[in-house]
């Protein structure tokens, strides 16, 4: 008995020892030198904490590497993410944008190709993949994340105070906005400060008015343009919309829209399916459904505008491609595309998983139903000036009451048909 105690203290002497913390210490230090630390950016600020926990789980699998996450403001990330890859520095790891917005940065070769890499990307959609491939080479530069849709949210404790149904036609909307603003409430809670946020509500409530998928197919391949009839007369039935918003409305931004929406001072919101996470987190109490914006007639379909919206993108230039590529499938697999589903309660652009599951995102394809392309990013955003900026300037000008709608159109064409070869017939 007494041997043993001596030996438990010759070695508790041992473990306590300057030269046996020194070797800990150095171990540590070994392994520490052997991690390799990832750069991930993204534009969702508000998404910061459910990436933050993905990563955790992803460092969990992963000990020899570390992954930084940076969240830009959404308005600012391609300015600043295009100034580092031109320095050629950069995230090793990126949200990238889809269509154009992805092209432009494939092009000027900051992207690594990822066929060659992750050959399961053979199992996504045709859809999908378009929004990752650069129509110059052909080639996929970005892993699909999620799509997302274009609609109208509603309160429906609001709805259910008020009396009001789920419209079916433009005079029930409308009808719907008149009581709302009777009872004291901002009818429509969308603002015209950002002029993206007029291309998101031109994808809410512009393809019913315009013909949707039909209109889409016509004016691509140039049987016709932006000055039809059926366009003027959407962007007409915009800015009729602007005695239902807000007090103001050249000046409210999108913070501010969410804000009356989250805090319940406006029934209705034209937004993307992004924000239900959000909206959910801020007001868990908020009690909101979507609905398609209709056409004049109840037979009229009643369109919904989708959007590849997100690609998880390679840097070309980066240090560590293969701890890079670790992290880029883990961003791909089937566990991250459910939490996406679950959590963020987006569509996500994952193979094989069952985004049904949750009761929202079951409504969004419900509505999907009636997809139809958003306009001009998925077919004008590819050259300069592209369709979105064009139609951002120029709606923001209708709204403001300084442009009529058929000067909109015309600088629109213009625009496009300086480049569009289909446009110049």
């Known amino acids: 008995m007494k041997k043993n105690v001596v030996i438990i203290m010759l070695l508790a002497i041992i473990l306590m020892s300057p030269l046996f913390a020194t070797g800990t210490t150095e171990t540590n230090k070994a392994i520490a030198e052997k991690k390799v630390t990832l750069n991930f950016w993204t534009w969702r600020p508000e998404d910061v904490d459910f990436y933050a926990s993905q990563i955790a789980q992803f460092e969990a699998m992963n000990p020899d590497i570390e992954v930084v996450q940076t969240a830009h403001k959404n308005t600012e990330y391609n300015t600043i993410l295009a100034a580092s890859l031109s320095g050629g520095s950069g995230p090793d790891v990126f949200q990238g944008r889809a269509y ?3 092209a432009t940065f494939a092009d000027s070769g900051f992207l690594e190709p990822l066929e060659q890499w992750m050959p399961e990307l053979k199992e996504y959609s045709a859809t999908s993949l378009l929004g990752a491939t650069s129509p110059t080479d052909g080639k996929v530069y970005g892993s699909p994340a999620v799509s997302q849709t274009v609609f109208m949210y509603y309160n429906k404790a609001m709805y259910k105070e008020l009396g009001l149904t789920i419209p079916t036609t433009w005079k029930a909307l409308i009808n719907n906005f008149e009581a709302a603003q009777k009872a004291g409430y901002i009818a429509l809670g969308n603002g015209a400060k950002d002029g993206w946020t007029l291309e998101t509500m031109l994808g809410g409530m512009g393809p019913s008015s315009y013909g949707g998928t039909p209109f889409f197919n016509d004016v691509v391949k140039g049987n016709k343009n932006f000055l039809d009839p059926a366009f003027i007369a959407m962007v007409n039935k915009m800015k009729t919309l602007t005695k239902y918003m807000p007090d103001l409305y050249m000046g409210i931004s999108y913070d501010d829209m ?168």
């Open 100 to 102: 154009g917005g992805l």
């Open 258 to 425: 969410r804000s009356y929406f989250i805090n319940e001072m406006t029934p209705h919101l034209i937004a993307g399916s992004y924000e239900a996470a959000y909206f959910r987190g801020q007001n868990p109490d908020l009690d909101f459904g979507i609905f398609a914006v209709p056409g004049e007639k109840a037979s009229d379909p009643a369109y919904v505008s989708v959007y590849a919206d997100m690609n998880f993108a390679l840097n070309a230039n980066s240090q560590n491609k293969e701890a890079a590529l670790t992290f880029l499938k883990f961003l791909s697999s089937k566990e991250f595309g459910k939490a996406m589903v679950s959590q963020m309660k987006m569509v996500t652009s994952v193979p094989g998983v069952d985004a049904s599951s949750d009761p929202f995102i079951a409504r969004v394809l419900e509505l999907q139903k009636n997809a139809t392309p958003y306009l001009f990013l998925v077919g004008f955003r590819y050259n300069q000036p592209t369709g979105s900026s064009l139609w951002q300037a120029t709606s923001q000008g209708v709204m403001a009451g300084t442009l009529t709608s058929t000067e909109a159109a015309k600088q629109i064409q213009d625009g496009i048909a300086s480049y569009y070869v289909p446009f110049q017939k």
